[in-house]
């Protein structure tokens, strides 16, 4: 079954080689992938160009002009552009372990959504990890990680869960199966069936959002944040507005509470843009 990975990305060249070097040391192969660019310079462009031929990755570059962050609005042109009937979600700060696809693939059903994890690494070790660290598997094994300034905590212990003892974590632990925007998959059919990310939503939720209305139209929700890893890059976060996440949890509970299903500001807004 050939999927599409998908992941928004905004003037971070650095990191998004590192990601996508790791996608072509995926143990699934069958997929493409489709960078939903919020506006990047030519740097971003270069540098996709330049690893599409060395990697032979099968990429498509979307993008738009550069009007403050408008995440959900990139992410609904770039979900249009998917050939594909399933999508996995990630970020373009977000480097795949090897099994990452694999994994996703392994638990796909009709009628479901998947969440995964995702490891926050600290900015010392987001700037050491190399093509080869990545291309040999080499970053994504534990003990190079914590020798490497990765810090022991019990939210970074659930790497460590592998097989059957994975696969039991994922139904008893009491994390919310909310959609993880960095580490999610889901078909592309439901998602066009409640019109997409909400595009008056910014920084601080829209995944979540996303995943609310999923369920509320009665999609399933699973986990697999104890088999399906990413290795998250560190970062500034500029664009962080208290008072943009609060207006997004208002939405999200508000949707939740009362059941909602679609939203009025998704691809309907594209289709009035063209």
């Known amino acids: 079954m050939k999927i599409t990975v998908l992941f928004t990305t905004y003037n971070s060249p650095l990191w998004l080689e590192k990601v996508l070097w790791g996608y072509s040391a995926q143990s699934y192969k069958d997929f493409d992938i489709v960078i939903a660019d919020d506006g990047s310079t030519q740097e971003t462009?270069?540098?996709?160009?330049?690893?599409?031929?060395?990697?032979?990755?099968?990429?498509?570059?979307?993008?738009?002009?550069?009007?403050?962050?408008?995440?959900?609005?990139?992410?609904?042109?770039?979900?249009?552009?998917v050939e594909t009937q399933y999508i996995v979600f990630s970020d373009g700060d977000c480097v795949p372990h090897p099994e990452f696809l694999a994994e996703?693939?392994?638990?796909?059903?009709?009628?479901?959504?998947?969440?995964g994890s995702v490891i926050r690494l600290p900015m010392s070790t987001s700037e050491l990890i190399s093509k080869e660290?990545?291309?040999?598997?080499?970053?994504?094994?534990?003990?190079w990680l914590v020798s490497n300034e990765l810090p022991v905590t019990r939210k970074h212990l659930k790497y460590k869960a592998k097989g059957k003892w994975a696969d039991v974590l994922n139904i008893i632990?009491?994390?919310?199966?909310?959609?993880?925007?960095c580490n999610a998959s889901a078909w592309k059919q439901d998602i066009l069936d409640i019109n997409g990310f909400d595009q008056r939503m910014q920084y601080g939720g829209l995944d979540r959002e996303l995943g609310v209305?999923?369920?509320?139209?009665?999609?399933?929700?699973?986990?697999?944040?104890?088999?399906?890893?990413?290795?998250?890059?560190?970062?500034?976060?500029?664009?962080?507005?208290?008072?943009?996440?609060?207006?997004?949890?208002?939405?999200?509970?508000?949707?939740?509470?009362?059941?909602?299903?679609?939203?009025?500001?998704?691809?309907?807004?594209?289709a009035k843009e063209d």
């Not at 996703?104 to 969440?115: G, M, Q, Y």
């Not at 660290?133 to 003990?143: E, K, M, P, S, Y």
């Open 213 to 270: 209305r999923l369920r509320n139209k009665g999609v399933e929700a699973k986990n697999v944040r104890y088999n399906a890893h990413v290795l998250h890059l560190d970062h500034a976060r500029g664009y962080r507005d208290p008072e943009m996440v609060a207006k997004n949890k208002k939405l999200r509970v508000y949707n939740e509470k009362n059941k909602v299903k679609t939203t009025e500001h998704g691809f309907n807004l594209l």
């Open 133 to 143: 660290d990545i291309l040999t598997g080499r970053c994504f094994d534990w003990d």
């Open 45 to 81: 462009k270069q540098l996709i160009d330049r690893v599409r031929e060395e990697s032979k990755l099968d990429i498509k570059h979307v993008w738009h002009e550069d009007n403050g962050f408008q995440k959900c609005e990139i992410l609904n042109k770039a979900i249009l552009q």
């Open 173 to 181: 632990t009491p994390a919310p199966k909310s959609f993880l925007g």
């Open 104 to 115: 996703h693939v392994k638990n796909i059903k009709p009628n479901r959504f998947l969440t």
